[in-house]
Nanobody, 124 residues
Framework: VQLQASGGGSVQAAASLRLSCAVS????????GGWFRQAPGKKREFVAA????????YYADSVKGRFTISRDNAKSTLYLQMSSLESEDTAVYYC??????????????????WGQGTLVTVSS
């Protein structure tokens, strides 16, 4: 399974961006989808995830109400719509796919397949 993330860029604070993650080489419907990010000098952290069956989203508290995760199974694509961006959102964003139990949907170690990352820079 291969994941290709895209959509990053440099924006001003309060702007919006949409990240995409194209999944190939497997049945996307079988995978939970997740977005993680790693800011300079920090560990990678959970951002959002979406259930493979119900489509239920899960968010980190820091992005709740500003970010929206979605998936298009017909296009085998995962999305992250980011609004009201803040300088603290500056990071490399990674998409991931996994078949783990639902209780581990926020767990980075539970995701088997990863994209290459796309850089988001927010200036204030």
């Amino acid at each position: 399974v291969q994941l290709q993330a895209s959509g990053g860029g440099s924006v001003q604070a309060a702007a919006s961006l949409r990240l995409s993650c194209a999944v190939s080489g497997g049945n996307f419907r079988m995978y939970h989808g997740g977005w993680f990010r790693q800011a300079p000098g920090k560990k990678r952290e959970f951002v959002a995830a979406i259930n493979r069956n119900s489509g239920t989203p899960y968010y980190a508290d820091s992005v709740k109400g500003r970010f929206t995760i979605s998936r298009d199974n017909a296009k085998s694509t995962l999305y992250l719509q980011m609004s009201s961006l803040e300088s603290e959102d500056t990071a490399v964003y990674y998409c991931a796919a996994g078949m783990q139990v639902l209780s581990a949907i926020r767990n980075e170690d539970a995701y088997r397949h990863w994209g290459q990352g796309t850089l988001v820079t927010v200036s204030s």
